[in-house]
């Protein structure tokens, strides 16, 4: 059998391109807050990764398998299909396929929105504290 045929016939058992698993894009792991938006609300919910393909995202109650919603987070707002939900006792995870991949542009600028986040987040406790030191209020 020529390779064209084995291929044409479908992956066989050295094929390493076919891998079962293997994902269709490389996943960028975050821990950040988003939003999730369907026809009847609005649920902020943790991205704990995304891909240029899809997202997993943690919520408090998560969507039903082929429910749709937008996921928006620093400018990104994404039709996406939920293909996974994972519920346990304290919440649980979807798993989100985008109507249409994202730019690498798009996730290099969830990235960067990231790692600015812990820093910023520092920076608005540094002046709570030194607010609630002084006696001041926050602005």
Excluded: Y
């Excluded at 792991?29 to 393909?53: E, F, G, K, M, Q």
């Excluded at 928006?72 to 299909?81: T, V």
């Excluded at 006792?89 to 985008?98: R, S």
């Amino acid at each position: 059998m020529t390779q064209a045929a084995s291929s044409a016939n479908g992956p066989h058992e050295g094929d390493t391109a076919h891998s079962i698993g293997r994902r269709q894009a490389a996943r960028l792991r975050l821990s950040i807050p988003a939003r999730l938006v369907t026809l009847s609300d609005t649920r902020h919910c943790i991205l704990i990764d995304l891909s240029r393909t899809g997202a997993q995202i943690g919520l408090e109650e998560p969507l039903e398998e082929g429910e749709n919603a937008f996921l928006q987070i620093d400018g990104l707002d994404e039709f996406a299909e939920v293909v996974r939900s994972d519920i346990g006792p304290l919440g649980g995870i979807n798993g989100v396929v985008f109507e249409e991949p994202l730019s690498d542009e798009q996730v290099i600028s969830v990235r960067r929105f990231s790692e600015s986040l812990e820093t910023r987040e520092r920076q608005a406790f540094r002046s709570e504290v030194r607010a609630w030191v002084t006696g001041c209020e926050l602005k």
